[in-house]
Structures are given as C-alpha cells and as structure tokens.
C-alpha cells in the first residue's frame, strides 16, 4: 500500500489528508465588524 501525502495541491486548491480522505483547506478572511447587543451588525 502506498503512502498518501499529508498535503496536496490541485486545480488551485489546497487539500488536507484527515483519515483516508482529502478535505480542502479553506480559510475565511478575518472579519472586524461591531455587533450589537442582540448580534445585529450594527
């Protein structure tokens, strides 16, 4: 049995081997916005 790379790049995407399977790793840009006393964006 082969070994699988831990990481993986294709079409542009980066991939993260978690078990037997291969999640994309993917990050959300960091937000700074004031919420409200109810958690509307004000």
């Known amino acids: ?3 699988l790379k831990e990481r ?3 079409n542009g ?3 993260v081997l ?3 399977y291969y999640i994309p790793d ?3 840009p960091e ?3 004031p919420i409200g006393i ?3 964006v004000l």
């Open 38 to 40: 109810w958690g509307e």
């Open 31 to 33: 937000e700074n916005r």
């Open 13 to 15: 995407m980066d991939y």
């Open 8 to 10: 993986m790049t294709e």
């Open 26 to 28: 993917l990050q959300l």
């Open 1 to 3: 049995m082969k070994k």
């Open 18 to 20: 978690v078990g037997d």
